[in-house]
């Protein structure tokens, strides 16, 4: 409880949108730590009703939501820029970074952050793209896995045939790694 009434206390008197304060070593985490409390002080909490996908696209679409109603100018460019930057280099590969990069080129198309920011982005977009062209006809996409309880169900309609299975998942960094070693 402490905590928050400090951080309360330091953002009532604090410019948030004080571009000077961009040049000092902290300003990244201060606005970080701002986004974070208001989460708290407006009852954030995740959708548990939400699927994996649709729950991440909310929890960032808030945290853009703060960034455009708290900051203005230089301060939401940098504060945008850099919790888009930040998720990226987590490598979950959310789909709604993909739409907030591109809002974000909408409302700053010159911005010096771009190039930064699209390192981490630009793998997300090629990695959707990816999962968008047509598989070959000898790969077979189970999207009902989720409903099989045992490898013999999965594994018993290719009987007498020789099968690689491959498990991945958008949040498993290593999986996503594996894609730049595969054909197509």
Same mark, same amino acid.
């Given at each position: 409880?402490?905590?928050?009434?400090?951080?309360?206390?330091?953002?009532?008197?604090?410019?948030? $949108?004080?571009? /000077?304060?961009?040049? #000092?070593?902290?300003? +990244? !985490?201060?606005?970080?730590? =701002?986004?974070?409390?208001?989460?708290?002080? $407006?009852?954030? /909490?995740?959708?548990? #009703?939400?699927?994996? +996908? !649709?729950?991440?696209?909310? =929890?960032?679409?808030?945290?853009?939501?703060?960034?455009?109603?708290?900051?203005?100018?230089?301060?939401?460019?940098?504060?945008?820029?850099?919790?888009?930057?930040?998720?990226?280099?987590?490598?979950?590969?959310?789909?709604?970074?993909?739409?907030?990069?591109?809002?974000?080129?909408?409302?700053?198309?010159?911005?010096?952050?771009?190039?930064?920011?699209?390192?981490?982005?630009?793998?997300?977009?090629?990695?959707?793209?990816?999962?968008?062209?047509?598989?070959?006809?000898?790969?077979?996409?189970?999207?009902?896995?989720?409903?099989?309880?045992?490898?013999?169900?999965?594994?018993?309609?290719?009987?007498?045939?020789?099968?690689?299975?491959?498990?991945?998942?958008?949040?498993?960094?290593?999986?996503?790694?594996?894609?730049?070693?595969?054909?197509?």
């Amino acid at each position: 409880m402490y905590y928050a009434l400090f951080y309360k206390k330091l953002f009532e008197e604090e410019d948030l $949108n004080n571009p /000077e304060a961009l040049m #000092t070593r902290y300003y +990244s !985490d201060f606005l970080k730590d =701002y986004r974070l409390i208001t989460q708290q002080w $407006n009852g954030y /909490e995740r959708d548990t #009703t939400l699927n994996a +996908s !649709d729950a991440a696209d909310a =929890y960032h679409n808030q945290n853009i939501g703060i960034i455009r109603d708290s900051y203005e100018g230089q301060v939401e460019e940098y504060a945008w820029a850099g919790y888009l930057a930040h998720e990226g280099l987590q490598k979950k590969f959310e789909k709604s970074l993909l739409k907030s990069f591109d809002d974000f080129k909408q409302v700053y198309p010159e911005s010096a952050y771009l190039s930064h920011v699209s390192k981490y982005i630009d793998p997300i977009a090629d990695y959707y793209k990816k999962l968008e062209r047509p598989m070959d006809d000898d790969i077979i996409f189970r999207a009902d896995a989720m409903e099989y309880t045992s490898w013999e169900e999965i594994v018993a309609p290719h009987k007498g045939e020789i099968i690689y299975v491959d498990m991945w998942a958008t949040w498993c960094g290593p999986c996503k790694d594996e894609f730049k070693h595969k054909d197509g």
